[in-house]
């Protein structure tokens, strides 16, 4: 047994993980990060990629901005197009000043592993069996890396370690309340070599939703709402772009460019969260707490907000002797999960298709969407969400 010791051992070193530990590096405070996977792995994984101006400030504190300045591009909002022929913006900027920027998650994490080679920070990778012990006392971690059994004491755990990970699981389940929502169909989602369109377009259909992304001028990222059995051999490009282009108004289908895909994959929606998110020294942070449906792009965002509040608890912890952030951390971040959740389950409703519908169903959404044409009071409670929740501000 190896045993080692640090003040914070983040598990998992996705997004959330490694810009937590950037941050708490900046502040001095002591960390260590548990990933599972091969570095190349995490760094191929492909996934949204539109951020909340909160989310755009707090990468560029943490002094990862550069690439995203360059290579982002901003937007005023989000464009939606249904029935054909009707177009409306989801206009953040008008209602609230704000922008949203257009970078993929697969650049921000390549931007994080820049900064802690540049750190030299520990982040150990292929790490096996990780377990979390006396989260209620003096916590430490075990787990085997290239054969070896470790031990990591420290003072507090971060689980960092997405929907699939082993922290959620450490939390006893009479303590822990779950709450899931999973929608009865997917997304197919494809990169392709070829210039993307100006805007960012969610199409709302009688056959199904449809979104135009992008990544950057010579690469796009579409996606058609699917069966929740479909699997991507049973798409081929073809039928990609035929149903792509069928959902999309004709003015806009034309200006498409389509070509070869180099990635194919579908993700089934599903909204998720789990309740509280601290328990004893063991905090949950993004997607190991949460899960929203892609539609809204909140994910990452909402994951950045729980590393905000992290950050400044501990921060509050080892620089001012204080523990009042890091008991409220629970309660503060779960207010703008369930913000978030519920706004993008709103979204997800309005703009797909679901098996059961009927044309009432149909109706009312297309009328919900002709009312936000026509009400700046509706467009301006949309923008506010869109744009996303308040923050509290934590120094
Ligand atoms: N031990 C160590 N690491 C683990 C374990 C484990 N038992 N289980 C999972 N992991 C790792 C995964 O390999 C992954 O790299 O934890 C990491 C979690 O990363 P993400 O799933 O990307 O979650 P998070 O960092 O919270 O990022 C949230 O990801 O899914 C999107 O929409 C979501 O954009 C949001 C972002
Ligand atoms: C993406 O660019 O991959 C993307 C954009 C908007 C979404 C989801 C995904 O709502």
Known sequence: MIESK?????????????????????????????????????????RAGVLEWSTVELLRRAGIGKRMDREGHVHNGTQVAWGGEHTLLFDINTYTGRHLMAYGQTAITEDLYQAHDALGSEV??????????????????????DGQTHRLNCDAIAGCDGFHGVSRGSIPANVQRNFEK?????????????????????????????LASQRNPMLSRYYVQCDLNDRPEDWSDERFWQTLLERMPPKLAAQVVTG??????????????????RYGQ?????????????????????????????????????????????????????KRVWDTTRFSWWVTTLLHRFPDQTDFDLRTRLSELQYLSDSPVAMH???????????????
């Open 6 to 46: 640090t003040q914070v051992a983040i598990i998992g070193g996705g997004p959330s993980g490694m810009l937590l530990s950037l941050l708490l590096h900046q502040e001095g405070i002591d960390n260590v990060v548990l990933e599972r996977s091969t570095r190349a792995h995490v760094l191929s994984r492909i």
């Open 124 to 145: 150990h990778h292929q790490v096996e069996q990780v377990e979390l012990h006396e989260l209620t006392g003096q916590p430490f971690v075990t787990y085997t890396q």
């Open 282 to 334: 063991l905090f949950l942070v993004g997607d190991a707490a949460h899960i929203v449906p892609p539609t809204g792009a909140k994910g990452l965002n909402l994951a950045m907000s729980d590393v905000y509040y992290l950050w400044r608890a501990l921060v509050g912890r080892y620089r001012h002797n204080s523990e009042d952030l890091v008991d409220r951390y629970s309660q503060v971040a779960l």
């Open 182 to 210: 999973v929608y009865p169909f997917g997304w197919l989602g494809i990169l392709s070599e070829t210039p993307p369109l100006d805007d960012i377009w969610y199409i709302q259909h009688p056959d199904g939703f449809a």
């Open 381 to 395: 409670q949309l923008a506010e969400q869109y744009g996303g929740f308040p923050i509290e501000d934590w120094g």
């Open 260 to 277: 070869p895909s180099i990635e194919k994959s579908i993700a089934p929606l599903r909204s998720f969260v789990t309740e509280p998110m």
